[in-house]
Each structure stands twice: as C-alpha cells, then as structure tokens.
C-alpha cells in the first residue's frame, strides 16, 4: 500500500476531511456529484492501493450493478419512460438509471473507506475518542485486531496440519476441526488478555495515554480549508442546485453554472489529499534532479577519485 503525505497531519484533519467527503457524498443524488465523488474516491484509492482497487470494485459492483440495473427495474415499474414490456410490465428508463446512480453512490462509499482505512488506522481512531470513551476505544481497537489476528492463525493452524499424517486437509471434517482449534486458540489467548489487564491495573484509576500527535500551523490551514469548503458545499446544496428526482420522471434544478460550481467546490474538497500528494511528490523529484545536475568541483573529483578510484 502506498503511503500518503496526508496521513502524516493531525488526526483531527484526517477525519474531518473524511467525515466531510462522506456526509456530502451520501447527501444527495445529483449524478454530477455522485461522478465527482466516485472519481476522485477511484483515483485516490487507485493511488494508495495499486491495481488491487480494480478487482475490489469490480467484485462489488458487478453483482450490485446487475441488481440494480438488471433485476431491480423488472419488479420496479415506476417512471412515465418505458423501454420494453414484458408480460405487460413496463421497465422504465427513470428505474434504470435510479439503479445506476444507486450502484455508483455504493462504490464510492465503499472507495471512501479504503481511503479511511488508509489514512486514519487504529492508532489515530484510539488517539481521538480514547480520553473521551476509553472502554469503546478499547472494544474498537481489540475488533480491529480480532479479524486479521484471526485470519492468521487459521493460516498457521491449516500450514501445521499439512504436516501431519492421517489428518485430513480438506473437506467437512478437517474444516471443522481448524474451526475447533481456532475458537480454543482464541478463548485462551482472551482469558490470558483479561488476567494480563487486570494484573497491569486496569480500571482501577483513569487511564493515562501519551502520543506524538501536535497541533502545527499547516493542520489548522488545511482544516480551515476543509471547513470552508466543505460550508460552501453544504449551503449549495441547501439552497435546492443539486436536487435531483428520479420517479416518476427526470426532474432537476436547471442552473448548470451553480451546479458547475457545486461539483468544482466538492471536487477541491475530495481532492486535497491526492493534490497534496501530488505536490510533495513534484518536489522531491525536482529536488532529486538538482542534486544529480549538480557539478562538483576538480578537487572534490579528485578527492573521490581517491578514495573510491577512477571507473573504468
């Protein structure tokens, strides 16, 4: 997985730009809007993911766009538009394109939170509601760790079977018995977590936290500008430009350049991580090409020429 520059701000930054992407994201169903946030969410999880996107997507979207598009219209007879009948029901265009919008609006959630998983993980999500409400940061944290955790295990369990003679690998009854060996693995490692807190001291006062998490000048811009935009997204759409009616007919607000400025707005606010991403990127390759056109003087060759020889 990639790393990004903007993971490296304050916590507080990470989720309030991601707080605000999906609030705006599941607040309407404009299709400018739902495009705008299905790119920059595909582009940006593109980025930090690699190529391994494509296949998450398309193996969530298939199934949801042949339901939604394929099969939901066949049951769904709203819209004054028909396409076709069949056995004198009417699918109509509006319940078409309803399920296309629906489909692209689940794949950019679903894209929003490979982001968040990327940016704000378990150290950061215990950093903000830790002092707060400790025991549901400390059931959240043990959750977060309990399905990966568990994951390996049943891995290590099936690898040490594969060695043993006269168990079987596969089938019912080899299932089962991994499934019997991860449960007690679990619950002995679950009684040793308890007695382990419990002799460590836990709830028997406040509990104390360290971080390394500091408030600079850069958090409280981007997070001004992320305020900001995200104010002027919302009063936008307060004001009925994204307004978008599917059933029983198309009906839309017909101002393009307000809803122009709508999705610009909302493209700059979904779009600060990859832009920042992208500068930081831009200097380092600029710095790193000054570096090697750099010419070094006679005496400096000659000072390397003698201490690492002349090539050949």
Known sequence: MQ?????????WVVFGYLVAVLIVTMSGMHPGMIFTSFAVSFVYSLFLYGKT???RSLFVGIPVAVFAMGILPLFRHNGVTPLFYINDMAVTLESIIFGGMMTLLLLAVLQWFYVWNALL?????LYLIGRAMPSVALVISMTLRL??????????IREGN???????????RGGLQDLSVLVSWSLEDSLETSM???????GIKRRTSFHLYRWRMRDVMWLTGILLLFIAVLIQMSEG??????????????????????MLSFGMLAGIPFFTDMVYRLKRNVGERRFRTEDFSEREIEYLHGIYGKED
């Open 162 to 172: 594969r060695g043993l003679e006269g168990r079987p690998a596969h089938g019912i």
């Open 121 to 125: 993980g378990q150290e950061k999500l």
């Open 196 to 202: 382990i807190m419990e002799t460590r001291g836990y």
């Open 3 to 11: 790393r990004s520059v903007f993971e490296t701000y304050h916590p």
């Open 147 to 156: 399905l990966p955790l568990m994951g390996k295990r049943l891995q290590d």
């Open 241 to 262: 430009f994204t307004d978008w009616a599917y059933f029983p007919e198309l009906v839309w607000e017909k101002r393009p350049v307000r809803i122009g400025v709508c």
């Open 53 to 55: 996107i494509w296949k």
